[in-house]
Nanobody, 123 residues
Framework: QVQPVESGGGSVQAGESLRLSCVGSRNTFIRNAMAWYRQAPGRQREFVAG???????KYSDIVQGRFTISRDNAKMTMYLAINDLKPEDTAVYYC?????????????????WGQGTQVTVSS
């Protein structure tokens, strides 16, 4: 299974929006769940949003309604749209594919992490 590749990050001003992309295997996207995580400097990696194989979504409370996860299996791509970016959103955003949901929580596949895309939000 090929590791996913994230893109779409950058340096933006607070209040702007970004759309992150994660490209992987179509078979992985169809058969398994996937999710976005982020890790800020000096902080632990945290779950942001996930999507099951059948399209069900789950969001962390930290996104406060500003994040939207979606998937296009034909393009082998998962997206994370972030609106009204805030300085506290500054982090490296990672994609994980091939995971699963259990009891409402996402279980990441350990060997299917991307290398991340940097999001930097200035005020």
């Amino acid at each position: 299974q090929v590791q996913p590749v994230e893109s779409g990050g950058g340096s933006v001003q607070a209040g702007e929006s970004l759309r992150l992309s994660c490209v992987g295997s179509r078979n992985t996207f169809i058969r398994n769940a996937m999710a976005w995580y982020r890790q800020a400097p000096g902080r632990q990696r945290e779950f942001v949003a996930g999507m099951s194989h059948d399209g069900r979504t789950k969001y962390s409370d930290i996104v406060q309604g500003r994040f939207t996860i979606s998937r296009d299996n034909a393009k082998m791509t998962m997206y994370l749209a972030i609106n009204d970016l805030k300085p506290e959103d500054t982090a490296v955003y990672y994609c994980n594919t091939g995971g699963a949901f259990a009891s409402g929580s996402y279980l990441p596949r350990r060997d299917s992490w991307g290398q991340g895309t940097q999001v930097t939000v200035s005020s």
